[in-house]
């Protein structure tokens, strides 16, 4: 079950943002006993990919907070996104070692899925909402909201590795959370719509 949860709460980060629970799950890996990972999963923990995921990170923290260019970087993200979710997802649930399950550890194709959907819902989620953002406040809230959705991905990361049985609640609000702010940003999008109309 803790297993799951992990693997849940980190792929639903990553649709937030793709680097940030890779970079957690390769640095706890790499410098501490907190997640070991199974043979297959360990080029996650090696220099190159940390070093890649940071560059990808920076520039993410970056270009996401910019009008109109968070939008391609959406684009982009909805392959890369996804992707990580299942490859998080994958690595974590097998190398849990609190759930002593050979299940996961055997089928991590099953993970793989799971992460990849999670981390989908999510992301199309972000990427829906993003658009009225922009056009809602003329520019000016998306780099609020980026912030915004960068810690959520670090805090849901941190929960997921360290207090699994929480990601159940943090999902719940995730799911609340993009739900009322994409509602509230398209009525303040087609209100300010019917305005310039008006005029």
Same mark, same amino acid.
């Given at each position: 079950m803790f297993a799951v949860l992990t693997g849940a709460g980190l792929s639903a980060a990553a649709g937030l943002n793709a680097y940030i629970p890779f970079l957690i799950v390769g640095l706890?890996?790499?410098? !501490?006993?907190? =997640? !070991?990972?199974? +043979? +297959? &999963?360990? &080029? =996650?923990?090696? &220099?190159?990919?940390? +070093? =890649?995921?940071a560059v990808l990170l920076i520039s993410e923290l970056v270009l996401d907070k910019i009008p109109v260019v968070d939008s391609v970087n959406d684009i982009a993200g909805s392959v890369i996104r996804p992707a990580t979710g299942g490859v998080i997802a994958a690595a974590t649930q097998s190398a849990n070692a609190l759930d002593h399950s050979s299940f996961l550890q055997d089928h991590e194709w099953i993970a793989f899925v799971g992460g990849l959907l999670v981390a989908g819902v999510v992301h199309v989620g972000k990427a829906s909402a993003r658009p009225a953002v922009n056009l809602g406040t003329a520019g000016i809230g998306a780099p609020i909201v980026s912030t915004v959705e960068d810690a959520s991905s670090l805090g849901l990361s941190l929960i997921a590795v360290f207090v699994p049985i929480l990601v159940i609640v943090a999902l719940i609000v995730l799911a609340w959370a993009l739900w009322k702010w994409a509602r509230r940003m398209r009525g303040f999008a087609r209100r300010r719509r019917d305005a310039e109309h008006a005029t």
């Open positions: 706890l890996a790499r410098f !501490t006993d907190v =997640i !070991t990972l199974p +043979g +297959g &999963w360990q &080029w =996650i923990e090696s &220099w190159w990919a940390l +070093g =890649i995921g």
